[in-house]
């Protein structure tokens, strides 16, 4: 079955296009004050992280939500702290139809399509494709942006309202004005899943073709759902930015989320992000209830095309280092991520190289992160040095 969604007069399309607008936008004004924290983490290679060595310092006053988050009670055994309020991710396995458009019973929600890529000659790329609901009213946003070594090259969306687009509730397919812009489907010869990716802007545009190398998985957060279809692919095709065209190929990633809603609000915020290796892949994700406490974490591992292994949170520790001061409010550059369990050792670092914010209105709280990665993994005692450039994200909400 395929969608169309009727006209409305252009008042109303108006008044929802504001609801939709300050839904996503909502935020609390960042005090004038902030504190600038450092931390130094020093580690074994092998033997993962042996000493964590803080300093701390801080810069005129203090804003009143910083204040609390800085003084909370888990403060003291912040490193440690993995209690999730009983909540653990169950990814099971999934089908072509969940990356269709699922559509929502929600007053109002956000469901996108999000793929990204790293490409040759130091090209990456980022493209979503989101539904955006109030009312019942619907409209999509088309986003691309494209980088060169990490730096922002091209950074465009365009908004097509609901008499402009087709959504697919059956398969995963997305026509706008239309013209195809996505489309999922299984090759029967090989077995390979297979996406059709391809965006157009004035003088710019996107062609690509990502073929899955990894078996996908879906589950149910807290925020809502969410399914990895590709975590890792082969990915091939053209860009073009200002008339200039490029064939590209690299490594890429798909995932789709549905049913997001203002609920998602009560958290602080997460972290995201997918560490592509040889023959393993890391999905990693941090949901954040104060700035220094996770109310979930998960991460699962996928190794060679067949398999994936679901981590137990209480055997992952996420840490953060090296905050810089950005629109008032600090944003870490460094992470790391260990994991330790009788079957799978883990140690990453990953460092910033190059951070892009939203330019969407009151969208600076969201971050794109390119990072350089270096660790390894251990699974049923075999070793894979992990390294080079990976794709995180950060959104916080207050």
């Known amino acids: 079955m395929v969608i169309q969604i009727s006209q409305k007069d252009w008042f109303k399309k108006g ?43 801080f810069k005129g006053g203090l804003f009143y939500e910083e204040l609390i988050d800085i003084f909370h009670r888990r403060i003291n055994n912040f490193y440690n702290y993995n209690k999730l309020n009983g909540f653990i991710f169950s990814p099971e396995d999934i089908e072509l139809k969940d990356d269709a458009f699922h559509d929502s019973n929600s007053f109002n929600f956000i469901e996108w399509w999000y793929f990204d890529a790293i490409l040759n000659d130091g090209y990456s790329i980022h493209m979503s494709i989101y539904v955006f609901s109030a009312l019942k009213e619907k409209f999509i946003i088309t986003e691309m942006n494209v980088y060169k070594k990490g730096i922002p090259i091209y950074d465009n969306r365009e908004i097509y309202l609901n008499d402009d687009f087709y959504i697919s ?14 489309r999922g489907y299984i090759n029967q010869t090989t077995g390979d899943w297979i996406y059709d990716v391809s965006l157009e802007f004035s003088n710019s545009s ?5 073929i899955g190398c990894t078996k996908g998985w879906k589950g149910i957060l807290s925020v809502g759902g969410w399914a990895v279809i590709l975590p890792k692919a082969s990915v091939s095709g053209k860009i073009c930015i200002d008339d200039i065209e490029t064939e590209v190929v690299g490594n890429g990633y798909h995932d789709h989320n549905w049913d997001i809603t203002f609920m998602a609000y009560l958290n602080y915020g997460w972290y995201w992000g997918r560490i592509i290796s040889t023959n ?3 999905t990693w994700f941090v949901i954040k209830d104060t700035r220094l406490s996770n109310s979930q974490m998960l991460l699962v591992v996928n190794k060679g095309d067949d398999c994936y292994i679901n981590i137990n949170p209480d055997d992952i520790n996420f840490i953060l280092g090296d905050f810089h001061i950005h629109f008032g409010r600090p944003v870490p550059y460094y992470f790391v991520i260990t994991v330790d369990n009788e079957n799978i050792s883990l140690f990453v670092d990953l460092t910033a190289t ?19 990665s270096n660790g390894y993994i251990i699974i049923d ?18």
């Open 354 to 372: 190059e951070l892009q914010f939203s330019k969407n209105p009151g969208q600076w709280r969201y971050c794109r992160y390119h990072t350089e």
């Open 280 to 282: 393993v892949t890391i």
């Open 206 to 210: 996107v062609d690509l073709q990502f």
């Open 15 to 57: 008044l929802i296009f504001g609801i939709i607008i300050l839904f996503i936008s909502i935020t609390i004004l960042p005090g004038i004050n902030a504190y600038a924290i450092k931390k130094e983490f020093y580690k074994n290679f092998i033997h993962s992280i042996t000493t964590i060595k803080e300093k701390a310092g």
């Open 381 to 398: 005692s075999e070793m894979e040095i992990i390294n080079g450039i990976q794709i995180a994200e950060y959104l916080r909400f207050r």
């Open 169 to 182: 509730t059956d398969n995963p397919l997305v026509i706008l004005d239309g013209k195809q812009v996505m």
